[in-house]
């Protein structure tokens, strides 16, 4: 069965600019989560959604925004950008959220 | 915040070789994993081990766990060019459901000389 997609795979964009994320997961995952990933803080937690209702949140701004639609396909928004949110960004799905977790390629977003 | 801390940050060994990486980790947990990633690439998942276990084995992949010291190790045997990547350990938070989240280590890249 087909993995989980993250499109896009790569963007740049210009401080001050916002970027949509999009995150297909597994066929019948209902749990989406994103991850941001730095040379600097490694991995860490955004948000998680479930049937189209966050249940968890990682402590990142309310700059960092997302949703998730009935078909389970999620996206992530971020507003007003700034240089230090260049990163890779994951995006995982898992039946229920808990446990095994499996990643997409990731967007990896330049802020210029 | 990065709960795990891993060590070595970086190991280098020849093709054969036993590849050792160890883990820290700070809370209490429900489950410790190991993921893998390549060069910039999605995180795999290699293996999940549960609190109330010690030991585990999969495939060339042994994984240890000690909750007494808040520790675990992943041992990769025989190891091949191919396991060159990023290795990162991830607990789950103990007392519930963590809902997709995960609290990753900082890492440690292992290079496998041909």
């Known amino acids: 069965k087909a993995g989980v997609t993250q499109t896009p795979r790569y963007l740049i964009k210009t401080r001050g600019q916002q970027v949509t994320l999009s995150c297909s997961p597994i066929?019948?995952?209902?749990?989406v989560s994103w991850y941001q990933q730095t040379p600097g803080q490694g991995l860490q937690f955004l948000f998680e959604y479930f049937s189209e209702t966050q249940r968890n949140k990682g402590n990142f701004p309310g700059r960092f925004s997302g949703r998730q639609f009935s078909n389970s396909r999620s996206e992530m928004n971020v507003s007003t950008l700034e240089l230090g949110d260049s990163a890779l960004y994951l995006c995982?799905?898992?039946?229920?959220?808990?446990?095994?977790?499996?990643f997409g390629a990731g967007s990896r977003l330049t802020v210029l | 915040s990065q709960q795990g801390e891993e060590d070595p940050q970086a190991l280098s060994i020849q093709e054969g070789e036993n590849a050792t990486m160890n883990c820290s980790y700070k809370t209490s947990i429900n489950n410790l994993q190991w993921y893998r990633q390549n060069s910039g690439r999605g995180l795999v998942h290699l293996i999940l081990?549960?609190?109330?276990?010690r030991e585990k084995h999969s495939g060339r992949l042994r994984v240890t766990l000690d909750t007494s010291k808040k520790s675990s190790s992943l041992l990769i045997t025989a190891s091949r060019a191919a396991d060159t990547a990023s290795y990162f350990c991830?607990?789950?938070?103990?007392?519930?459901?963590?809902?997709?989240?995960?609290?990753f280590g900082q890492g440690t890249i292992l290079t496998v000389h041909p």
């Open positions: 991830a607990t789950d938070e103990g007392g519930g459901t963590s809902y997709g989240k995960l609290t």
């Open positions: 066929s019948g995952h209902r749990s």
């Open positions: 995982a799905s898992s039946f229920f959220g808990a446990n095994v977790l499996t």
């Open positions: 081990i549960r609190s109330n276990e």
